[in-house]
């Protein structure tokens, strides 16, 4: 064999030394040329290149081609397998084992999948994976560009440079992975990626990264493989067994960044959150516990809407073992993890996802729609199947790997709408010219039905501010397939209602009565979120009317309001104690105010109204059915007044009553389902509640009447500005 018969052609070696072969794992490592094992190399700084096996057996030097460290050699062989080198220069000698002498770790069922979109194991498969491969520990890296002409792995481990770790291109599907070994836990790496124009894009963070650096850093982070040690498989069996619109729901929606801060102004720790947070939590009787995005994010007051790594727990509190170590406290407290996720769109920051193999790869290349003007961000592509099967796998992954309770997507509106916030000319209509996106109401359907269908127990929640019909119906009778969505339009009427100085109730008292029309169309959840308490809005207690005592005397009435109405609860973190000012997000909540009788008098409040909630099944039990409400008086204009009852199959109702003005009644007459004695169970006037303390002396004395649609009837004192429960006493 002549030198020119298994020698690399010049301008291939020159290919590989400036990171633009478009196939180096057919050239470097172990190649077969003419019958002859050759072994190629391209090491930076070495001068000197011993090849040896993985038992250590001595293939010789390699003969250095290129100045820059490419060297090929002849070796005697008898099959492909791991290549280990010893390299030396002046300063000294290192080992470096040979990338591209390994086979690929991805197989043909995962092409086959990852081409139809139906690949449900994503995670496992793509972003950065420690693991030992043919003998030898390291990581393998997957990521999706279809476009690139190169995609290399980088890191400190190679210098950032990109022409030393080039990945393999599986051209059926568009995935370049590579296994390097050595490397693992804690790895910092990128994706070097030159686009089909040949441009080198800026670096590239890791689309699958499950772990990512703390900001502003932005690279990605090789994760600890080893499986975190749950503790919850009780609270999982149970939690499976749930129908969870007849089953108590309260939840704390919390912004881990403010709700407590350390001394010196720095976050709490995932660990430390589980000290503080979900005792707190469930001390107030809720079940659940949402979170704001904590998906890893680069700008601290996008509070997690803008997300660059949708796989990654941020950083701010720890790393993902944190994380889980959160969760599982919470469920071990019995407490159930929402978690706020981001499907609609995503930032345009250059490390991301916005063009990235130089291509409109998971936005729409037309910006009509793949822009977003409300929020400068990026759209994703619902019609492209890896598109779906990204944003797909990431709510399953939540789900599975940190065991969490529930989702709640934001911004469904936005996604439903194809002109959402868009004048006309300046959005694409769908094939039958109207402006529903049916690209994004099959990718919502078919993440609600695999979350649904794999993790039996869990739910999906929407935010969705419109009359978009069936949000929450069964994608088998026509719907979304969401379990929950959240009612904007209670909270915007009913915020609007309470804002009004008490004269002028009267005159808007629909406002507090239309949501009952509605409120079984869907699953509802009644939200008083972070929204409400930003950007000029205020604190809950601040946009009542009013003196002081008036402003918490109507909040303690509302709040009460609110619980009693049918659907599930929501309230954002500090209103469980009437945060005077509006929600900052740089700095904690002012935890101070709860040692002055009204604020405590505020949480007592809310704690009972958990309490109740969860004890009384009328409460409860049909939040989501016209069955467990009824009327009792709905039209009292002149008096602010409103009574309704909650009822359940088998107990015993509950009569809930509002009086909204200031003026306290005495002997107000009013309708009772039944004739005894009914117990205050809940008196938002009451003195443990910094009320006046004026009531019934917790009895209500209920007389059976002729005649009439009810049954009964019974005079009862209503406090200023209250809400009652009562209960029939059955001792």
Same mark, same amino acid.
């Given at each position: 064999m002549t030198k020119e018969d298994w020698q690399a052609d010049s301008a291939e070696v020159e290919a590989i030394v400036s990171g633009r072969h478009p196939n180096p794992f057919g050239f470097l490592g172990l190649q077969e040329v003419h019958g002859q094992w050759v072994l190629r190399a391209f090491i930076p700084h070495a001068e000197v290149l011993s090849a040896f096996t993985l038992d250590?057996?001595?293939?010789?030097?390699?003969?250095?081609?290129?100045?820059?460290?490419?060297?090929?050699?002849?070796v005697a062989i008898d099959k492909r397998q791991p290549i280990r080198y010893r390299a030396k220069n002046a300063g000294g000698e290192w080992d470096v084992h040979d990338p591209y002498s390994f086979g690929p770790v991805l197989g043909?069922? $995962? $092409? /086959?999948?990852?081409?139809?979109?139906?690949?449900?194991?994503?995670? $496992? @498969?793509?972003?950065?994976?420690?693991?030992?491969?043919?003998?030898?520990?390291?990581?393998?890296?997957?990521? %999706?560009?279809?476009?690139?002409?190169? *995609?290399? *792995? *980088?890191g400190p481990f190679n210098d950032w440079d990109?022409?030393?770790?080039?990945?393999?291109?599986?051209?059926?599907?568009?995935? %370049?992975?590579?296994?390097i070994p050595v490397l693992g836990t804690g790895t910092l790496y990128k994706f070097e990626i030159v686009g089909p124009d040949g441009v080198t894009l800026p670096l590239k963070a890791d689309p699958f990264a499950r772990q990512s650096e703390m900001r502003p850093k932005t690279a990605s982070v090789v994760p600890d493989p080893t499986p975190f040690t749950w503790t919850d498989e009780k609270y999982l069996a149970e939690r499976a067994t749930r129908d969870w619109r007849r089953t108590p729901m309260s939840i704390y929606e919390v912004h881990l960044g403010s709700w407590r801060r350390r001394p010196d102004g720095g976050f709490l720790s995932y660990d430390q959150l589980a000290e503080q947070l979900v005792p707190y939590v469930a001390d107030m009787g809720y079940t659940h516990i949402e979170l704001l995005p904590i998906s890893e994010h680069p700008y601290d007051p996008s509070w997690g809407y803008q997300p660059t790594g949708l796989y990654a727990p941020t950083a701010r509190f720890g790393d993902p073992a944190g994380f889980a170590r959160f969760v599982d406290a919470a469920h071990e407290a019995g407490l159930g993890v929402i978690l706020d996720w981001v499907p609609a769109h &995503?930032?345009?920051?250059?490390? !991301?996802?916005?063009?990235?193999?130089?291509?409109?790869? /998971?936005?729409?290349? #037309?910006?009509?729609?793949?822009?977003h003007p409300d929020w400068n961000t990026a759209i994703y592509n619902f019609g492209r199947k890896e598109v779906v099967s990204f944003l797909v796998n990431n709510a399953l992954y939540w789900l599975e790997k940190f065991h969490i309770d529930g989702l709640r997507?934001?911004?469904?509106?936005?996604?439903? /709408?194809? #002109? /959402?916030?868009?004048?006309?000319?300046?959005? *694409?209509?769908?094939?039958?010219?109207?402006?529903?996106?049916?690209?994004? +109401?099959e990718f919502l359907r078919r993440v609600n039905t695999e979350a649904y269908r794999l993790h039996p127990g869990t739910f999906m929640?929407? =935010?969705?501010?419109?009359?978009?019909?069936? +949000?929450?119906?069964?994608?088998?009778?026509?719907?979304?397939? &969401?379990? &929950? @969505?959240w009612n904007m339009g209670f909270m915007n009427d009913t915020l609007r209602f309470m804002s009004r100085e008490p004269v002028?109730? @009267? &005159?808007?008292?629909?406002?507090?009565t239309f949501g009952t029309v509605y409120a079984f169309s869907e699953n509802f959840v009644l939200p008083l979120s972070h929204d409400e308490v930003v950007h000029g809005k205020g604190s809950l207690l601040e946009k009542m009317p009013g003196d002081d005592w008036q402003k918490f005397a109507n909040l303690r009435a509302y709040f009460g309001f609110m619980w009693g109405q049918p659907g599930k609860k929501l309230l954002f973190m500090g209103q469980e104690f009437a945060q005077r000012e509006e929600w900052a997000d740089a700095k904690s909540l002012d935890w101070y105010l709860l040692d002055a009788s009204m604020h405590e008098g505020m949480r007592r409040l809310i704690a009972d109204l958990n309490l109740a909630y969860r =004890?009384?099944?009328?409460?409860? =039990?049909? $939040?989501?059915?016209? =069955? !467990?409400?009824? %009327? +009792?008086?709905?039209?009292d204009h002149a008096n602010s007044v409103l009574a309704w009852l909650r009822k359940a199959p088998g107990g015993d109702p509950i009569l809930v009553v509002s009086n909204f003005t200031p003026m306290p009644r005495s002997g107000y007459k009013i309708p009772m389902p039944m004739a005894g004695k009914w117990v205050e169970r809940i008196n938002t006037d009451a003195g443990w509640y910094a009320g006046s303390n004026t009531g019934n002396q917790g009895v209500v004395e209920a007389y059976a009447v002729e005649g009439r649609h009810w049954p009964a009837e019974a005079e009862i004192y209503l406090p200023p500005l209250s809400t009652l429960f009562l209960k029939l006493d059955q001792a």
């Open positions: 250590g057996t001595a293939l010789g030097h390699l003969i250095p081609r290129h100045a820059d460290g490419f060297f090929e050699g002849k043909p069922m $995962d $092409d /086959y999948y990852m081409g139809e979109g139906s690949h449900l194991r994503l995670f $496992d @498969k793509l972003g950065a994976h420690e693991m030992a491969f043919e003998g030898i520990h390291g990581t393998h890296f997957a990521v %999706w560009a279809p476009n690139a002409q190169r *995609v290399s *792995v *980088v990109g022409r030393r770790n080039p990945m393999r291109n599986r051209f059926e599907n568009g995935i %370049w992975e590579v296994f &995503f930032p345009t920051d250059a490390h !991301g996802l916005a063009n990235f193999d130089g291509t409109a790869l /998971y936005e729409h290349a #037309d910006p009509r729609q793949g822009f997507v934001d911004a469904v509106a936005s996604m439903l /709408y194809l #002109d /959402y916030s868009r004048q006309q000319g300046e959005w *694409v209509p769908n094939k039958f010219g109207g402006n529903q996106n049916l690209e994004a +109401v929640i929407a =935010e969705e501010s419109t009359s978009w019909p069936g +949000v929450s119906k069964p994608v088998d009778a026509g719907g979304l397939g &969401f379990g &929950f @969505k002028h109730r @009267k &005159f808007h008292h629909n406002d507090m =004890e009384l099944p009328a409460l409860h =039990e049909r $939040d989501c059915e016209p =069955e !467990g409400f009824e %009327w +009792v008086i709905g039209n």
